[in-house]
């Protein structure tokens, strides 16, 4: 079963309109993390933002937002007033605790995001 | 300071050769991340250190693949008898959990391998 599921491969926005990129998650662990990364073209994997399972409120990074709906289990990227630079793969995220004893993080299949003029 | 740092940037070899990959985390981190990318796929977790634990290694492929990671700092994947279905570009990440930010991992900018 897939445990992070991105069901938008790619995604289309007219510059300066707003977007929500979906991510839903599965797990049995009650304290996870979820994140969001971009992968612009040139390949490096940039931190985005951050959402513990048991904040309260939203987590918010200047234009990202994230909805945190836990009782449907998605986290969903919203990014305010859209820039070409916006252009870029998004990757959802899950940490939880590893049958190891650790932790491990997985990564959804992503979503292609373009940004139109 | 510095970030994440990943060699060599690309490497070709040969279908049976073995190769190895370096990844030097940001100073003071205590969890080390592997993971491949195939062309136009998602991340696929391979291994994790945390500090001095036992490294979490449910992620490798085969017994092709192993890690190391010396003195808690610097790692090196190997992979032996290369194939070509290993060519993908393998991204290394660190995290420090001790931030109170969670595991947030930060990349370096991956080595490109293929195997021809």
């Known amino acids: 079963a897939q445990k992070i599921t991105q069901t938008q491969p790619g995604m289309f926005v007219q510059e300066k309109e707003a977007v929500t990129l979906d991510c839903t998650y599965d797990t049995s662990d009650p304290s996870y993390g979820l994140f969001w990364y971009k992968q612009p073209s040139s390949g490096e994997m940039i931190f985005l933002i951050y959402q513990g399972s048991y904040d309260q409120q939203n987590a918010t990074e200047g234009r990202y937002s994230l909805n945190f709906q836990k009782a449907r289990k998605s986290a969903n990227l919203v990014i305010s007033a859209s820039q070409l630079g916006d252009s870029a793969m998004y990757f959802c995220a899950m940490r939880e605790a590893s049958n190891t004893g650790g932790f491990k993080t997985i990564f959804g299949a992503g979503t292609r995001l373009f940004v139109k003029a | 300071g510095a970030g994440v740092s990943q060699s060599p940037s690309n490497k070709v070899t040969e279908k049976g050769k073995d190769v190895e990959l370096r990844c030097d985390p940001i100073s003071g981190h205590t969890a080390l991340y592997w993971y491949r990318q195939s062309l136009g796929q998602g991340l696929e977790f391979l291994i994790y250190?945390?500090?001095?634990?036992?490294?979490?290694k449910s992620g490798l492929p085969s017994d092709r693949f192993s890690a190391e990671r010396t003195g808690g700092s610097v790692s090196t994947l190997t992979i032996q008898r290369t194939q070509q279905e290993d060519s993908a570009v393998y991204l290394c990440a660190s995290s420090n959990r001790l931030a109170g930010r969670g595991d947030t991992q930060y990349f370096g900018p991956g080595t490109r391998l293929t195997v021809l």
């Open positions: 250190f945390q500090g001095n634990s036992a490294p979490d």
